[in-house]
């Protein structure tokens, strides 16, 4: 089973619908992120959390809202979702502990297509 | 403004040969860097890092070189094989405030041709 799963892999919906898409970890990590990419662009950081208290703006937050409802669910909202919202979508964890490596781990994405 | 950059959207390398990827950053507060590898239909995977207080790391067939006083970094993957075709990304950590968020690059496309 993989250690970080996302859900739906696939979603395709109108204009105006709101979307959540949910991730789950088995990791025990506190640390929590949802970042998008685009074509021809890298992944870019839209909120991340690192603990279940704790929620900060990434640096495209706008028209996203997260939940972290325990410390292994971490979930990205989208209330009224636009086509330039269609994008690659990545969840991912780590640990804490500055000064050591802690790699970000990621799971298998969600594509989604905004109609 | 791009902080991490991979000037280079693809390379194509023999198998067997060595393949250069090549990273340049402008944020003097990167204080650890990371490669992630990805394939289609999956997730990026973590690949090496190195800390902004060395200039080498190897493990395996694969070397990351940081030159601070330049801003950049490689990686070497040594020698390639067809299933190190992949997306390759750049990422570094910010040390500044409390944050640890990592800054990706675009990505590099390798292909690895037998």
């Known amino acids: 089973d993989a250690d970080v799963t996302q859900t739906p892999r696939n979603r395709i919906t109108k204009t105006g619908k709101r979307i959540m898409l949910e991730c789950s970890q088995t990791?025990?990590?506190?640390?929590m992120y949802w970042y998008r990419q685009d074509p021809g662009l890298g992944l870019r950081l839209i909120y991340y959390?690192?603990?279940?208290?704790?929620?900060n703006k990434g640096e495209i937050s706008d028209g996203y809202s997260v939940s972290r409802q325990a410390q292994a669910k971490f979930s990205l909202s989208l209330e009224s979702a636009i086509p330039n919202q269609t994008a690659l979508y990545f969840c991912?964890?780590?640990?804490?502990?500055?000064?050591?490596?802690?790699?970000?781990?990621f799971g298998d994405g969600t594509r989604l297509s905004i109609l | 403004d791009q902080q991490v950059k991979q000037n280079s959207p693809s390379l194509s390398v023999q198998e067997g040969r060595i393949s250069i990827l090549n990273c340049d950053y402008t944020?003097?507060?990167?204080?650890?860097f990371l490669w992630y590898k990805k394939y289609p239909a999956e997730g990026p995977t973590f690949l090496i890092s190195?800390?902004?207080?060395?200039d080498k790391n190897e493990d395996g067939r694969f070397t990351v070189f940081l030159n601070k006083s330049a801003k950049h970094l490689s990686l070497h993957i040594v020698p390639s094989q067809p299933g190190d075709s992949a997306v390759y990304f750049c990422?570094?950590?910010?040390?500044?405030?409390?944050?640890?968020?990592?800054?990706f690059g675009k990505g590099t496309l390798l292909t690895v041709n037998p």
């Open positions: 991912a964890t780590s640990e804490p502990g500055e000064g050591r490596n802690q790699p970000q781990h």
């Open positions: 990791k025990g990590h506190d640390r």
């Open positions: 959390s690192f603990d279940v208290k704790d929620i």
């Open positions: 944020n003097s507060m990167f204080d650890y």
């Open positions: 190195i800390s902004s207080i060395k």
């Open positions: 990422a570094a950590r910010d040390s500044g405030g409390s944050n640890y968020k990592l800054t």
